[in-house]
């Protein structure tokens, strides 16, 4: 007679509590993937602010322009200064209304908006997550970008 071969009832119960018990603790770990995706176009962008505001402030110490208010030139563009960092406003980059901090990076605008010295993911649900607020320099302290990244 032959032997018929296969799986057990049992066998197959266990199998299938076993691809539920991992299916359970792994998709967690891909659900939340956009959410991460804003995060860390969000933290690029905090570095390029940072950048931004280490190679201007140097551009001004050159200068010795760490006075309260002026502007560096950079190519045909001026951009305006608040204790030798960048400002936070942005004008038309002519002399006496220079650039701010947001025309010193370049960002996707359909991406990350920008409005008065704060950046927002746009696809944030909330206006009070997902953002870098750029912080002007005063006298004393320097320029810095402060972010707020969770609930993206």
């Not at 406003?89 to 008065?116: P, R």
């Not at 002007?136 to 969770?150: D, I, V, Y």
Request: net charge negative.
């Amino acid at each position: 007679m032959k032997k018929v071969q296969g799986f057990t009832l049992i066998e197959l119960i266990i199998v299938i509590i076993i691809l539920g018990i991992l299916a359970v603790t792994a998709a967690p770990k891909f659900i939340n993937l956009s959410g991460d995706a804003k995060a860390s176009v969000m933290q690029g962008v905090e570095a390029s602010i940072n950048s931004a505001i280490v190679g201007i402030h140097a551009k001004a110490l050159i200068n010795g322009q760490t006075a309260s208010t002026g502007e560096v030139k950079i190519g045909t563009e001026y951009y305006a200064l608040v204790h030798g960092y960048p400002a936070d406003a942005s004008g038309d980059g002519t002399t006496g209304d220079g650039y701010g901090i947001d025309k010193l990076i370049e960002v996707d605008s359909s991406v990350v908006s920008f409005a008065t010295a704060t950046f927002t993911h746009a696809s944030a649900t909330d206006g009070t997550v997902c953002k870098i607020e750029y912080k002007e320099a005063k006298e004393g302290t320097k320029a810095s970008a402060e972010s707020t990244l969770t609930g993206c």
